[in-house]
């Protein structure tokens, strides 16, 4: 049976709802961009409009443990669900531990459930490039909502404003967060706050959060509530599940959610393109052994860095110049 053929019938199956379909078609979208090209075109016409979620906060806030109590209450609801869960890359071995499956583990047999853990691989923006294929499946597939966790609060934790439509900051007493958050520019993202394991005394933290709330206007006309959560006891979930739909329905009244969705599709093909220009390039550049040269140039400091790339990138200026 030839790859088209296996394709073919993966996704006759995963149409089928079948999650050994999905998990495979997953695999062959993240690891090889030409499968996932052919996957993408397969399936153009099969669109749930599922409604992406996006979680960020620094590592010890409790996301996966947040996560794991929202996804059975969405479930208890009748609603199926995606989880991807996005870990660090380690940049020894280029693995990664890909642990929130073992934290998730209450979760992870229910049949409106599937979770995809995935590594970062190098991504500076918080998310795997195969993060947006994975969305996108589970979207095919018919999921309700994608929730999407990211590797932890940063300033380059900006890439899930391109992809969720209600993007949720988890903070936690103690940690220095509100501080954090701040410097990183992640308030301004952010449309719902959770200060979780609030039994460790979140009082202070929502007069800090709340005091920065104001310090800014934000353009959409959305201010973002504060639920104190201890996501643990399943405290304060129904509560952060109202909020979610709130801004849901903000978004889809005022006309941003359209507007977002052609954002994040015009993004992704400038990603898109970026990528396979960058592919093309660099083995073209390889194979004529001039990164090596330029290396030499620039220890023997016969040639600066800068004029070593530009060197190199030369032609493929001149041609694109050529086209316009």
Do not use: C
């Amino acid at each position: 049976m030839n790859q088209a053929d296996n394709i073919d019938t993966l996704i006759s199956h995963f149409l089928e709802h079948d999650k050994k379909a999905l998990a495979r078609l997953i695999t062959l979208a993240e690891n090889d961009p030409e499968i996932a090209r052919i996957i993408s075109s397969k399936l153009r016409n099969h669109s749930h409009n599922s409604y992406i979620l996006g979680l960020t906060g620094s590592p010890g806030t409790g996301k996966s443990t947040l996560i794991n109590k929202l996804v059975e209450f969405l479930s208890d609801k009748g609603f199926k669900i995606g989880v991807i869960s996005v870990d660090p890359t380690s940049p020894y071995g280029e693995g990664a531990f890909l642990g929130d499956r073992v934290r998730m583990r209450e979760i992870i047999l229910e049949p409106n459930v599937f979770i995809r853990s995935v590594a970062s691989r190098g991504s500076l923006g918080g998310l795997s490039k195969a993060v947006f294929d994975i969305a996108k499946l589970y979207d095919a597939y018919g999921m309700d909502y994608i929730i999407v966790e990211t590797v932890g609060a940063g300033q380059s934790e900006i890439d899930i404003y391109n992809l969720a439509y209600t993007i949720i900051l988890v903070t936690v007493p103690g940690l220095g967060d509100s501080v954090q958050v701040q410097k990183a520019g992640i308030l301004e993202i952010a449309d719902i706050l959770v200060i979780n394991k609030s039994d460790l005394g979140g009082d202070f933290l929502k007069i800090n959060l709340n005091m920065m709330l104001e310090s800014y206007t934000r353009e959409r006309g959305w201010r973002p509530p504060i639920i104190r959560t201890i996501a643990k006891e399943g405290e304060g979930i129904t509560e952060l599940f109202q909020a979610i739909q709130d801004h849901r329905e903000h978004v889809e009244r005022s006309g941003q959610l359209n507007e977002m969705k052609r954002t994040h599709i015009q993004k992704r093909i400038q990603v898109l393109i970026e990528s396979l220009l960058f592919k093309q390039i660099i083995q073209k550049i390889s194979m004529t052994n001039e990164i090596n040269k330029a290396t030499e140039n620039v220890l023997s400091e016969s040639q600066d860095i800068y004029s070593a790339v530009y060197e190199i990138l030369k032609p493929f200026f001149d041609k694109i110049e050529k086209i316009q």
